[in-house]
Nanobody, 124 residues
């Protein structure tokens, strides 16, 4: 069974940093587009960032540009989300997703595989 496993969430003070990781189990995803999404309480899921299978195309939601960085590991099978200058409005459950082509869509509906999510809480 294919799974995406996220890690790295937690509680951080405003202005702090966290790095989320996403790794698949059960198969290799190193040629697939990968994305990060988040869902805050009472809100709809929203796009955060995406990276193509090659790693050459990267997209960010406007509110995280300049603060968050998406990247792939050397083997391209692991995807990271480095989050700096975190603010309370970044508090959400963060989900990793995989799209079974090399593209990097912004729409969650285009992703076929999802992780179970990791909680990020930004609070003093």
């Amino acid at each position: 069974q294919v799974q995406l496993v996220e890690s790295g969430g937690g509680l951080v003070q405003p202005g702090g940093s966290l790095r989320l990781s996403c790794a698949p189990s059960g198969r290799t995803f190193n040629s697939y587009g990968m994305g990060w999404f988040r869902q805050a309480p009472g809100k709809e899921r929203e796009f955060v960032a995406a990276i193509s299978g090659s790693g050459l195309s990267i997209y960010y939601e406007d509110s995280v540009k300049g603060r968050f960085t998406i990247s792939r590991g050397n083997a391209k099978n692991t995807v990271y989300l480095q989050m700096n200058s975190l603010q309370p409005e970044d508090t959400a459950v963060y989900y990793c997703a995989a799209h079974t082509s090399a593209l990097a869509p912004r729409r969650g509906e285009q992703y076929e595989y999802w992780g179970q999510g990791t909680q990020v809480t930004v609070s003093s």
